[in-house]
Protein backbone atom coordinates (compact mmCIF):
# COMPACT_ATOMS: atom_id res chain seq x y z
CA UNK A 1 0.00 0.00 0.00
CA UNK A 2 1.18 3.62 -0.69
CA UNK A 3 2.84 5.29 2.34
CA UNK A 4 -0.20 7.85 2.57
CA UNK A 5 -3.01 4.98 2.84
CA UNK A 6 -1.04 2.86 5.08
CA UNK A 7 -0.68 5.50 7.53
CA UNK A 8 -4.44 6.08 6.88
CA UNK A 9 -4.88 2.52 8.13
CA UNK A 10 -2.63 2.77 10.90
CA UNK A 11 -4.19 5.94 12.34
CA UNK A 12 -7.63 4.15 12.42
CA UNK A 13 -9.36 6.07 9.65
CA UNK A 14 -9.56 10.15 9.65
CA UNK A 15 -13.16 11.26 8.00
CA UNK A 16 -13.39 9.54 4.64
CA UNK A 17 -12.10 6.03 5.11
CA UNK A 18 -13.68 2.72 4.58
CA UNK A 19 -11.77 -0.23 4.46
CA UNK A 20 -13.45 -3.30 2.42
CA UNK A 21 -12.49 -7.35 3.77
CA UNK A 22 -12.92 -10.04 1.89
CA UNK A 23 -13.05 -13.45 3.43
CA UNK A 24 -13.77 -17.16 1.91
CA UNK A 25 -15.12 -19.84 3.92
CA UNK A 26 -12.67 -22.26 5.00
CA UNK A 27 -9.60 -19.20 5.00
CA UNK A 28 -8.76 -18.47 8.32
CA UNK A 29 -6.90 -15.23 6.80
CA UNK A 30 -8.65 -12.43 5.15
CA UNK A 31 -8.19 -12.82 1.17
CA UNK A 32 -8.82 -9.50 0.13
CA UNK A 33 -8.41 -5.97 0.73
CA UNK A 34 -9.31 -2.39 -0.50
CA UNK A 35 -8.91 0.80 0.71
CA UNK A 36 -11.06 3.75 0.55
CA UNK A 37 -8.89 7.17 1.61
CA UNK A 38 -10.39 10.50 0.96
CA UNK A 39 -7.51 13.33 -0.56
CA UNK A 40 -7.19 16.62 -1.89
CA UNK A 41 -10.39 16.87 -3.80
CA UNK A 42 -10.02 13.61 -4.71
CA UNK A 43 -10.35 10.16 -3.79
CA UNK A 44 -7.51 7.32 -3.29
CA UNK A 45 -8.43 3.27 -3.89
CA UNK A 46 -5.92 0.72 -3.25
CA UNK A 47 -6.53 -2.51 -3.55
CA UNK A 48 -4.34 -6.33 -2.14
CA UNK A 49 -5.39 -9.89 -2.68
CA UNK A 50 -3.99 -12.52 -0.78
CA UNK A 51 -0.69 -13.95 -2.73
CA UNK A 52 -2.35 -17.45 -1.64
CA UNK A 53 -5.21 -16.07 -4.13
CA UNK A 54 -3.82 -14.03 -7.19
CA UNK A 55 -5.52 -16.09 -9.56
CA UNK A 56 -8.69 -15.22 -8.07
CA UNK A 57 -7.82 -11.59 -8.63
CA UNK A 58 -10.74 -11.85 -11.40
CA UNK A 59 -13.33 -13.03 -9.03
CA UNK A 60 -12.56 -10.96 -5.87
CA UNK A 61 -10.96 -8.00 -7.40
CA UNK A 62 -14.28 -6.60 -8.84
CA UNK A 63 -16.31 -7.24 -5.86
CA UNK A 64 -13.60 -5.48 -3.42
CA UNK A 65 -13.28 -2.55 -6.14
CA UNK A 66 -17.29 -2.54 -6.67
CA UNK A 67 -17.53 -2.14 -2.41
CA UNK A 68 -15.41 0.83 -2.73
CA UNK A 69 -16.85 2.58 -5.38
CA UNK A 70 -19.91 2.46 -3.72
CA UNK A 71 -18.32 4.05 -0.50
CA UNK A 72 -17.36 7.02 -2.79
CA UNK A 73 -21.04 7.28 -4.34
CA UNK A 74 -22.51 7.48 -0.99
CA UNK A 75 -20.15 9.97 0.41
CA UNK A 76 -20.93 12.05 -2.74
CA UNK A 77 -19.00 10.99 -5.29
CA UNK A 78 -15.92 12.57 -6.50
CA UNK A 79 -12.76 11.58 -9.09
CA UNK A 80 -10.89 8.44 -8.16
CA UNK A 81 -7.14 7.30 -8.52
CA UNK A 82 -6.89 3.62 -8.09
CA UNK A 83 -3.00 2.65 -7.64
CA UNK A 84 -1.49 -0.28 -9.20
CA UNK A 85 1.80 -1.56 -8.34
CA UNK A 86 3.61 -3.17 -11.56
CA UNK A 87 -0.19 -2.80 -13.46
CA UNK A 88 -1.34 -6.14 -15.84
CA UNK A 89 -3.58 -6.86 -18.32
CA UNK A 90 -5.89 -8.30 -15.27
CA UNK A 91 -6.10 -4.60 -13.64
CA UNK A 92 -6.29 -2.98 -16.88
CA UNK A 93 -9.76 -4.97 -17.43
CA UNK A 94 -11.15 -4.72 -14.04
CA UNK A 95 -10.59 -0.72 -13.84
CA UNK A 96 -12.14 -0.66 -17.44
CA UNK A 97 -14.90 -2.75 -16.29
CA UNK A 98 -15.32 -0.09 -13.06
CA UNK A 99 -15.56 2.84 -15.42
CA UNK A 100 -11.54 4.05 -14.83
CA UNK A 101 -8.87 4.64 -17.69
CA UNK A 102 -5.29 4.86 -17.35
CA UNK A 103 -4.63 8.00 -15.45
CA UNK A 104 -1.24 9.03 -13.82
CA UNK A 105 2.31 7.56 -13.68
CA UNK A 106 4.67 7.82 -10.92
CA UNK A 107 8.31 7.37 -11.39
CA UNK A 108 10.32 5.74 -8.49
CA UNK A 109 14.25 7.33 -9.08
CA UNK A 110 17.22 6.27 -7.48
CA UNK A 111 21.11 6.64 -7.92
CA UNK A 112 23.58 5.97 -5.50
CA UNK A 113 25.38 7.88 -2.69
CA UNK A 114 27.04 10.12 -2.06
CA UNK A 115 26.66 12.67 -4.86
CA UNK A 116 29.29 13.90 -6.85
CA UNK A 117 31.29 16.86 -5.74
CA UNK A 118 30.07 19.09 -8.70
CA UNK A 119 26.92 18.19 -7.34
CA UNK A 120 27.32 18.71 -3.43
CA UNK A 121 28.61 21.90 -4.16
CA UNK A 122 25.29 23.82 -5.75
CA UNK A 123 24.00 23.49 -2.11
CA UNK A 124 26.75 25.64 -0.51
CA UNK A 125 25.87 28.85 1.84
CA UNK A 126 22.46 27.75 1.45
CA UNK A 127 21.32 28.16 5.16
CA UNK A 128 18.60 25.23 6.31
CA UNK A 129 17.35 24.95 9.72
CA UNK A 130 16.02 21.74 11.11
CA UNK A 131 12.16 21.67 11.56
CA UNK A 132 11.14 21.64 14.92
CA UNK A 133 7.58 19.78 15.68
CA UNK A 134 4.75 22.03 17.08
CA UNK A 135 6.78 25.21 16.67
CA UNK A 136 7.13 25.26 12.90
CA UNK A 137 3.77 23.39 12.31
CA UNK A 138 1.55 25.97 10.91
CA UNK A 139 4.29 27.76 9.05
CA UNK A 140 5.09 24.59 7.33
CA UNK A 141 1.49 24.02 6.43
CA UNK A 142 0.78 27.11 4.81
CA UNK A 143 3.75 26.66 3.09
CA UNK A 144 3.32 22.57 2.00
CA UNK A 145 -0.90 23.48 1.05
CA UNK A 146 0.52 26.34 -1.12
CA UNK A 147 3.11 24.48 -2.91
CA UNK A 148 0.72 21.42 -3.38
CA UNK A 149 -2.70 23.14 -3.86
CA UNK A 150 -3.41 20.67 -6.59
CA UNK A 151 -1.81 17.98 -5.68
CA UNK A 152 -4.60 14.36 -4.54
CA UNK A 153 -1.54 13.43 -2.31
CA UNK A 154 0.35 15.94 -0.55
CA UNK A 155 -2.28 18.90 -0.69
CA UNK A 156 -4.61 19.80 1.92
CA UNK A 157 -2.91 18.82 4.98
CA UNK A 158 -4.21 19.43 8.02
CA UNK A 159 -2.23 19.69 12.07
CA UNK A 160 -3.13 15.70 12.46
CA UNK A 161 -1.57 14.75 9.30
CA UNK A 162 1.59 16.33 10.02
CA UNK A 163 1.24 15.52 13.70
CA UNK A 164 1.30 11.75 12.33
CA UNK A 165 3.94 11.55 10.16
CA UNK A 166 5.77 12.95 13.19
CA UNK A 167 4.68 10.42 15.74
CA UNK A 168 6.53 7.72 13.26
CA UNK A 169 9.41 5.64 14.06
CA UNK A 170 11.28 6.91 10.89
CA UNK A 171 10.62 10.45 11.72
CA UNK A 172 13.68 12.23 12.30
CA UNK A 173 13.35 16.62 12.41
CA UNK A 174 17.44 16.48 11.46
CA UNK A 175 16.56 15.14 8.30
CA UNK A 176 13.32 17.60 7.92
CA UNK A 177 15.15 20.89 6.75
CA UNK A 178 13.67 24.37 6.30
CA UNK A 179 14.54 27.29 4.19
CA UNK A 180 13.70 30.89 4.82
CA UNK A 181 13.97 34.27 3.46
CA UNK A 182 13.44 37.29 5.70
CA UNK A 183 12.59 35.45 8.20
CA UNK A 184 9.51 33.49 6.47
CA UNK A 185 9.43 29.96 5.25
CA UNK A 186 9.71 29.53 1.66
CA UNK A 187 10.90 26.00 1.16
CA UNK A 188 12.18 22.41 2.27
CA UNK A 189 13.46 18.98 1.68
CA UNK A 190 11.95 16.51 4.25
CA UNK A 191 14.07 13.06 4.16
CA UNK A 192 12.76 9.74 5.34
CA UNK A 193 15.50 6.75 5.95
CA UNK A 194 14.23 3.13 5.35
CA UNK A 195 16.07 1.24 7.64
CA UNK A 196 16.56 -2.12 5.51
CA UNK A 197 18.95 -4.40 4.49
CA UNK A 198 20.81 -1.01 2.59
CA UNK A 199 20.20 2.79 4.37
CA UNK A 200 18.06 4.23 1.77
CA UNK A 201 17.08 8.25 1.68
CA UNK A 202 13.69 8.74 0.20
CA UNK A 203 13.06 12.65 -0.61
CA UNK A 204 9.54 12.11 1.22
CA UNK A 205 8.58 16.29 0.36
CA UNK A 206 10.53 18.97 -1.19
CA UNK A 207 8.56 22.31 -2.20
CA UNK A 208 9.02 25.67 -2.54
CA UNK A 209 6.10 28.77 -2.55
CA UNK A 210 4.98 29.00 -5.69
CA UNK A 211 5.65 33.04 -4.91
CA UNK A 212 8.80 32.45 -4.11
CA UNK A 213 11.77 33.66 -6.61
CA UNK A 214 13.68 30.54 -6.28
CA UNK A 215 16.82 30.92 -8.06
CA UNK A 216 17.16 27.33 -8.43
CA UNK A 217 16.35 26.31 -4.95
CA UNK A 218 14.40 23.63 -5.33
CA UNK A 219 17.08 21.58 -6.79
CA UNK A 220 19.39 23.50 -3.72
CA UNK A 221 17.07 22.03 -1.23
CA UNK A 222 17.20 18.76 -2.66
CA UNK A 223 20.74 18.43 -2.91
CA UNK A 224 21.36 19.87 0.56
CA UNK A 225 18.88 16.99 1.91
CA UNK A 226 20.56 14.37 -0.11
CA UNK A 227 24.18 15.44 1.54
CA UNK A 228 22.28 15.16 4.84
CA UNK A 229 21.02 11.74 4.54
CA UNK A 230 24.95 10.56 3.22
CA UNK A 231 25.92 12.22 6.10
CA UNK A 232 23.36 10.15 7.86
CA UNK A 233 25.24 6.74 6.90
CA UNK A 234 22.67 6.31 3.53
CA UNK A 235 23.97 4.91 0.51
CA UNK A 236 21.04 5.48 -2.00
CA UNK A 237 18.82 8.09 -2.41
CA UNK A 238 15.27 7.64 -3.94
CA UNK A 239 12.20 10.09 -4.69
CA UNK A 240 8.65 9.55 -6.61
CA UNK A 241 8.07 11.82 -9.24
CA UNK A 242 4.66 12.16 -11.61
CA UNK A 243 6.12 11.42 -15.04
CA UNK A 244 4.43 14.50 -15.98
CA UNK A 245 6.22 16.82 -14.07
CA UNK A 246 8.85 17.39 -16.78
CA UNK A 247 10.66 20.46 -15.10
CA UNK A 248 10.86 18.24 -12.01
CA UNK A 249 11.99 14.53 -13.79
CA UNK A 250 14.66 16.89 -15.57
CA UNK A 251 16.28 18.24 -12.50
CA UNK A 252 16.58 14.69 -10.79
CA UNK A 253 18.07 13.38 -14.06
CA UNK A 254 20.63 16.04 -13.82
CA UNK A 255 21.44 14.98 -10.60
CA UNK A 256 21.94 11.21 -11.70
CA UNK A 257 18.50 9.75 -10.72
CA UNK A 258 16.81 7.27 -13.29
CA UNK A 259 13.92 5.82 -12.99
CA UNK A 260 13.62 1.95 -11.10
CA UNK A 261 10.20 1.28 -11.66
CA UNK A 262 6.91 3.23 -12.63
CA UNK A 263 3.35 2.71 -10.82
CA UNK A 264 -0.14 3.85 -11.95
CA UNK A 265 -2.85 4.93 -11.08
CA UNK A 266 -6.20 4.13 -12.88
CA UNK A 267 -8.83 7.12 -12.66
CA UNK A 268 -12.81 7.96 -12.95
CA UNK A 269 -15.35 9.83 -11.93
CA UNK A 270 -17.58 8.30 -9.69
CA UNK A 271 -20.86 10.12 -9.90
CA UNK A 272 -22.70 10.73 -6.42
CA UNK A 273 -25.38 8.05 -5.12
Known amino acids: MSDHLWLDLREGGRKGFAGVIARDSGHSHV ?3 CQV ?17 RYD ?45 PGRHLLQMRRPL ?13 VLTPFVPEVDEEEWLVLNNAAFSDHPEQGGWTHDTIRSRAGEPWFDP ?30 YV ?26 AGATEAMLYVDS ?23 VGDVPPA
Open 31 to 33: VGY
Open 37 to 53: SRGNGSWAIDLVVHPHH
Open 57 to 101: MKEIGPRLLDEAVAVVAAEGGGHVHWWVFEANNAHAELAKAAGFA
Open 114 to 126: PLEPEHSATADGL
Open 174 to 203: SLFLVHRTDGRMDGFCWMKIHREETLTAEI
Open 206 to 231: IGVHPASVSHGLGRRLAVAGINRAAG
Open 244 to 266: DNVRAVAMYTSLGFATHHTEHAF
